[in-house]
């Protein structure tokens, strides 16, 4: 259905044309420090600042980007967090969000290394939430002041998937 590929400069216009408003991009990109009007220029810098993301864009079946994905093991070595989760507005609800996370796991436990993926999620996108639980993530935490936007208070919820849920899941 779909397949990820590296993040390429090119991709970046496209990725951010799906960000249409400050609460979209915060829902997305958390505390990642991006200002409002978003812009391709912020997301190539970003994604080049830092060659330990590994950054991928989901491709459809001809080719299109339809989604995007960050991968970045975290100082222990023995997890993944994974971040930036993000399908195309004119694609949502076919499924593309499931299977573009489903692809983010098969890479990051294809380390032997990885026992865990963790993820942070703001607590009121139950859609997001919904779909990491349907893959095994359950939560680990709450932050209830993790984000301020537009003078209130957004709450995180950390959610994580040891490699044994991810593998019973896959079975
Ligand atoms: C969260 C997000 C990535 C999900 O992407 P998506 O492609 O819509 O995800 P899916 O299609 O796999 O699942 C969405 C819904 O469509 C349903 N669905 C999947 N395939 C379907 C199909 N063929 N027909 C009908 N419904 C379908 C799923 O069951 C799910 O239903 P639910 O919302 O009732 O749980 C997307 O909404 C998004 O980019 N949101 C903005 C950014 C964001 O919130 N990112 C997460 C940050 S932590």
Redesign the pocket.
Known sequence: MIELRAFAPADAVSVAS?IDSLE?LI??S?NTGFTWPFDARQLSAFHASDPSRRCHVAVGPDGTP??HVLLRTEPSGRSVRL???????A???????????EAALGEAFASPAIQRVN????SH????????E?LGFRTESVDPKATCVAGAWWASTTMSLPRDAWRSHAT
């Open positions: 799906w979209a829902t997305w958390g339809v989604g971040g930036m989760v993000l399908v195309s507005p694609v949502r609800g076919r499924g593309y969000g499931e299977a573009m996370v993820l942070g999620v703001y996108n139950a859609g997001a939430m919904r779909l990491y349907r």
